[in-house]
């Protein structure tokens, strides 16, 4: 796993207290996120504010409890520019954040294939 990406030690915890339910969490994560990505994305071309912050704060938290800290650091990042209603580096935000994700998904898509079923 990688450390720049995913902390493992979280995913380890995760696993220790979801058991079985681990893959379906896994599963869960890049499902929602794909969704809180798309409306982030629909918050920049809206040049809404208010539904961005909403947004960044919502995927912020998921991909914290997740470990994927480099993700919802650009998160916070993006939810902090939304909530001054300075949205000039948003789109360049939005983008750095779909380029992560395009990372982490391919780490939980491996991480998920150790569990068969």
Same mark, same amino acid.
């Given at each position: 796993?990688?450390?720049?990406h995913?902390?493992?030690?979280? @995913?380890?915890?995760?696993?220790?207290?979801?058991?079985?339910?681990?893959? @379906?969490?896994?599963?869960? =994560?890049?499902v929602?996120? #794909? #969704?809180?990505?798309? @409306?982030?994305? !629909?918050? !920049?071309?809206?040049g809404d504010?208010?539904?961005?912050?909403?947004?960044?704060?919502? =995927? %912020?938290?998921?991909?914290?409890?997740?470990?994927?800290? @480099?993700?919802?650091?650009?998160?916070?990042?993006? #939810? !902090?520019?939304?909530?001054?209603?300075?949205?000039?580096?948003?789109?360049?935000?939005?983008?750095r954040?779909?380029?992560? =994700?395009?990372?982490?998904?391919?780490? =939980? %898509?491996?991480?998920?294939q150790?569990?068969?079923?």
């Open positions: 796993m990688s450390d720049n995913l902390d493992s030690a979280v @995913l380890a915890a995760l696993q220790e207290v979801m058991e079985d339910e681990y893959p @379906l969490l896994l599963d869960t =994560f890049v929602d996120s #794909e #969704e809180r990505l798309r @409306l982030l994305r !629909e918050a !920049e071309r809206a504010p208010q539904a961005m912050r909403l947004a960044a704060h919502s =995927f %912020k938290g998921s991909c914290s409890n997740m470990g994927a800290q @480099l993700l919802a650091e650009s998160c916070r990042e993006l #939810e !902090e520019l939304a909530r001054r209603e300075q949205l000039d580096g948003a789109a360049a935000l939005v983008e954040i779909e380029r992560e =994700f395009a990372i982490v998904r391919i780490l =939980f %898509k491996s991480e998920r150790r569990y068969p079923g």
